[in-house]
């Protein structure tokens, strides 16, 4: 013994372990009756439904370089020509695309698709600089300002979106 050691015990606890209960039970013999199948599959999924195709409003034009495929909200049909049908549309004989005098209203959206390949000359823009901007292509860089806008190179079967 070391001196301030404690002496060894004689046994580690002060009382034995009990004695492990007893199992259950003989289990039970299997139900004669097999578990119920799981339910059958469900038929084939139907397709999608389609969206809806939107009505034509005016042919385009000969010789037009735009013509308006859809807008958010109140798009009305393809190539409207006039805002009495439509959030966007095109104006003189789908050489310009406009959403109408005034103010655009907010979480508008307008897709046009590119006839003619060209370049874009911009009349007037006014856009909230961290909300609003037009994008080609929808993979593009974000453009909102007239700098970046006026002059740009489109090709035909181009989108601009905005």
Known sequence: ELPG???????????????PTAPTATPTAPSSQPTVQPTAPTAAPTAPTAAPTL???????????????????????INPISEANATCFTEDSGT???????????????????????????????????????RINATGARLNTHAALNGLAVSAGSTIDW
């Not at 009505?55 to 049909?77: D, S």
């Not at 907010?106 to 823009?125: A, H, K, P, T, W």
């Open 5 to 19: 050691s404690l002496p060894p015990t004689v046994s580690p606890t002060a009382a034995p372990t009990q004695e």
């Open 96 to 134: 310009c695309f406009t959403d109408g005098p005034g103010y655009y209203g907010n979480n508008e959206r307008c897709s046009v698709s590119v006839l003619r390949s060209g370049f874009l000359v911009v009349m007037d823009i006014s856009l909230e600089s961290h909300y609003d901007y037009f």
């Open 55 to 77: 009505p034509v409003c005016a042919p385009v034009a000969p010789g037009a370089f735009f013509e308006v495929t859809a807008a958010i909200p109140t798009q009305q049909c």
